[in-house]
């Protein structure tokens, strides 16, 4: 059974930052094979794709968090991280990872697992 497990959601002051954190375990091929993402979807929004360390090294931001946010990835411990610095009210959402096996970009994605969402508040 494959499960993607995020953590670190929470609430904080704008101008504040959370690191949140992805675990996979039971993927079908070698964690390392897949490209991993995180998207976030807002009240009344569409899914947005947010970062992708693609499989063979390539990260890609989507312009609404570039030069906010860093994504990395921690191979041995099958975890992707997201890092979140100067954090706004827009970016309440709930944040979610996900993995796509094999190489995509952030503008992809078309991811093959989801996790079930870590709930990311910046009250006004």
């Known amino acids: 059974q494959v499960r993607l497990v995020e953590s670190g959601g929470g609430s904080v002051q704008s101008g504040g930052s959370l690191r949140l954190s992805c675990e996979a375990s039971?993927?079908?091929?070698?964690?390392?094979?897949?490209?991993m993402g995180w998207f976030r979807q807002g009240p009344g929004n569409k899914r947005e794709a947010l970062a992708d360390?693609?499989?063979?090294?390539?990260?890609t931001y989507a312009e609404s968090v570039k030069g906010r946010f860093t994504i990395s990835r921690d191979d041995a411990k099958n975890t992707v991280y997201l890092q979140m610095n100067n954090l706004k009210p827009e970016d309440t959402s709930v944040y979610y990872c996900?993995?796509?096996?094999?190489?995509?970009?952030?503008?992809?994605?078309?991811?093959?697992?989801w996790g079930q969402g870590t709930r990311v508040t910046i009250p006004s």
């Open positions: 996900a993995a796509e096996w094999g190489w995509t970009s952030v503008e992809n994605m078309s991811p093959d697992y």
């Open positions: 039971g993927l079908p091929k070698i964690y390392g094979d897949y490209s």
């Open positions: 360390f693609a499989y063979g090294g390539e990260i």
